[in-house]
């Protein structure tokens, strides 16, 4: 992958968009979103132990010389959102042209880059088989190169178990977690939605399936082998083949779609082939995922 993913140009049309987050934060540090607790900005709340990424302008000096540890200052009326982003590295996101795995890390790039610039936290988690891999906690505009090498630095092989993994990632403030997938998966979808819905997560559910899933252009005798597994298998490619192919492929997104209506999760499907100028400002913005 190259080694820049976004140009200058394409960077500043995301200074005046923001994740949108439709729950009130009632945890974490000073940020943008508003909180339950009553009180200005500027009053003082509470202390917690200092991260990598938080504002080094926040720090309490004195706390540090009493304690030899340091701490950031908590004030009560704005508070951060912690943004969870879920990638699905498994082998079948490697799939396709463009390949789903670097639309999957364009579009995972640009949500950390809109939730950092809106001083919430991110933290970039990569799902293979059924365990959970995850960066560091990142906070402020200046760790955003850390999120680009993050990312560039995924590999894309093996099966998944979305729900498996995820059940593995402790969360224990509300905050924003987003799936990145195309959700072949094993296991049921639902079950991870409702264990983020458990632990006050506004679940957002992005999948990214490429134009040969989405609209397959093949006929005749043919070998398909499966990505992950390796298993092959010989299909004739028939008209009625490819019309009981999409009326499949239109019942298991029906599917993801009413388990996002039943749960409160926003859902959104995503070409590979989409700029993502048009995954933006069309997909996300029209289904409420960023707002200006």
């Keep these: ?24 934060m009632n945890q974490g540090a000073s940020g943008s979103r508003k909180s339950k607790v009553k009180g200005s900005s500027v009053e003082f709340s509470d202390y917690r132990e200092y991260t990598a990424g938080d504002d080094f302008r926040r720090i309490d000096w004195n706390a540090y010389g009493r304690f030899d540890k340091l701490f950031v200052k908590l004030f009560m009326e704005e508070r951060e959102a912690m943004v969870n982003i879920f990638i699905d590295s498994s082998k079948s996101m490697d799939f396709g042209e463009p390949k789903k795995s670097i639309t999957a890390l364009r579009i995972a790039g640009v949500l950390a880059f809109l939730a950092l610039n809106n001083l919430d936290r991110v933290c970039l988690n990569t799902i293979r088989e059924g365990t959970l891999n995850k960066s560091p906690s990142l906070m402020g505009r200046n760790m955003f190169n850390h999120c680009i090498t993050y990312l560039q630095n995924i590999e894309f092989s093996g099966r998944t178990t979305l729900c498996q993994a995820i059940k593995r990632k402790e969360l224990n403030a509300r905050g924003i977690s987003i799936i990145i997938s195309d959700f072949f998966t094993e296991g049921d979808i639902e079950e991870a939605v409702k264990y983020l819905s458990f632990k006050k997560q506004q679940v957002i559910l992005i999948q990214l399936l490429s134009p040969e899933e989405l609209n397959p252009q093949v006929s005749g005798e043919l070998r398909l082998i499966d990505s992950e597994t390796g298993i092959g298998k010989n299909v004739s490619v028939t008209a009625s083949v490819l019309k009981k192919y999409n009326m499949y492929l239109n019942s298991f997104t029906k599917r993801i779609k009413e388990c996002s209506s039943k749960m409160g999760a926003a859902y959104v499907q995503i070409s590979s082939s989409d700029p993502i100028e048009k995954v933006l400002f069309e997909e996300f913005l029209g289904s409420g995922i960023i707002s200006y």
């Design 1 to 24: 992958m190259e080694e820049k993913i976004f140009d200058t140009e394409f960077l500043k049309k995301l200074n005046n968009i923001s994740l949108k987050a439709s729950i009130t």
